[in-house]
């Protein structure tokens, strides 16, 4: 998924020693002096505005800073000397970067008060505007508390409702597990059934059909050389990482986000993709469908076909047929269905077979009487 770059904002971190709060780009607390310590992380400013000054941008753009094996000073991503002591900054640490910190905002918040004499400051103001005191992090000015609601003392008969349920819910169980074991043994036991071929019966259908001009809908490009198309519409067909000249391309953005830069600067990124159209056409084409069936049926063991009569522009479609034997078993009646013409063949009206017959009286499997 292309990413893009929509800026940068200048984060904060707050001096340990004196608890100052320092703009993220200032490597010494701007109060007492001291350095950035490796450790300490960088803070989300009070107000997301995206950096305005090109110097500040290009600081940015360099990449994670660099503190001193010595001293201890954080420097720039590209600097080879310490600016504070000049050594050599081979084996200094690179502050961490690439950790996404949360969803750009750029709404304003309140105004931070002073722990020392109460006097709201701007939000990203390192000390007090009236009494001068080191500003720590961005706390915007509390609001009151709404009261909790005293919890409700739970009734007397609560306790005895939930052990009503529980043993409601036992006793479903436990009939379920019965009716289960009960349908089970009925589909798995059989009884040896004796019984005699009482009757036979078959069907045999041939189906009719003539072109009729349809209605269908697909994609502009996939529409059947013998289709004709009525009419196209644009719709979303499929999401890619970039426009396509060729076809209508959206541009669909996710929410922007920051990433610690390690220098005391975030860049703003969002997450793109292009919805891309194309068109949507109805069109009709000639189809075969059914037009009619003809049927033929017997009771006997000598299934047919039946004759057809095609008009002009019909052609013989599908075929189907269904074979049916009646048994009786000491006055009960079974019903046995035949795959195909050759099996039918052997119920032959008036002879013996033995049925297996399962507790709901399916047959599940059948046998010749010896």
């Known amino acids: 998924m292309p990413t893009e770059t929509l800026g940068y904002v200048e984060m904060e971190w707050t001096c340990g020693k004196c608890g100052t709060r320092n703009r993220g780009m200032d490597r010494a607390c701007v109060s007492c002096g001291a350095p950035m310590p490796a450790d300490q992380k960088f803070e989300r400013p009070a107000e997301g505005a995206l950096i305005k000054d090109e110097a500040k941008v290009e600081a940015a753009r360099k990449g994670a800073d660099i503190h001193c094996p010595y001293c201890g000073a954080r420097n720039p991503a590209d600097a080879k000397a310490c600016h504070q002591c000049q050594g050599d900054l081979t ?12 969803a750009h905002v750029e709404a304003r918040v ?13 939000p990203d103001a390192p000390r007090c505007g009236s009494c001068g005191r080191p500003l720590g992090t961005a706390t915007p000015i509390a609001q009151p508390t709404p009261a909790v ?13 939930r052990w009503v349920g529980l043993a409601i819910g036992g006793l479903f ?8 074991i009960w349908f089970f043994s009925q589909t798995t036991t059989t009884t040896a059934t004796p019984a005699t071929v009482s009757g036979v019966s078959w069907e045999r259908i041939v189906a009719i059909e003539e072109q009729v001009r ?21 719709k979303p067909r499929e999401v890619l990482s970039a426009p396509d000249p060729g076809r209508k391309s959206e541009k669909i953005c996710g929410t ?12 703003v990124r969002q997450d793109c993709q292009y919805q891309i159209y194309d068109d949507w056409c109805a069109y009709t084409q000639l189809e075969w469908q059914v037009a009619d069936r003809v049927v033929a049926s017997g009771s006997d063991l000598n299934p047919e076909w039946p004759r057809l009569n095609l008009d002009t522009g019909q052609r013989e479609g599908g075929h189907t047929e269904t074979f049916v034997v009646v048994f009786d078993a ?28 399962d507790g709901f009286g399916n047959i599940d499997a059948l046998s010749p009487a010896r």
């Open 91 to 102: 084996k200094g640490q690179r502050r961490e970067a690439g950790t996404v910190i949360g």
């Open 110 to 122: 309140e105004p931070v008060p002073c722990p020392s004499c109460g006097k709201p400051n701007a």
């Open 149 to 161: 609601p005293p919890v409700a003392a739970a009734a007397p008969g609560s306790a005895l409702m």
């Open 173 to 180: 169980l436990l009939l379920c597990l019965v009716v289960g």
């Open 214 to 234: 349809v209605t269908r809908n697909n994609w502009g490009d996939r529409v059947p050389d013998d289709g004709t198309i009525k009419q196209c519409e644009l």
């Open 256 to 267: 922007p986000y920051e990433v610690d830069l390690g220098n005391g600067a975030s860049e």
């Open 330 to 357: 000491d006055g009960r009646r079974f019903e046995y269905s035949v795959a195909d013409a050759s099996a039918f063949a052997e119920f032959e009206p008036g002879s013996d077979w033995v049925l297996d017959v």
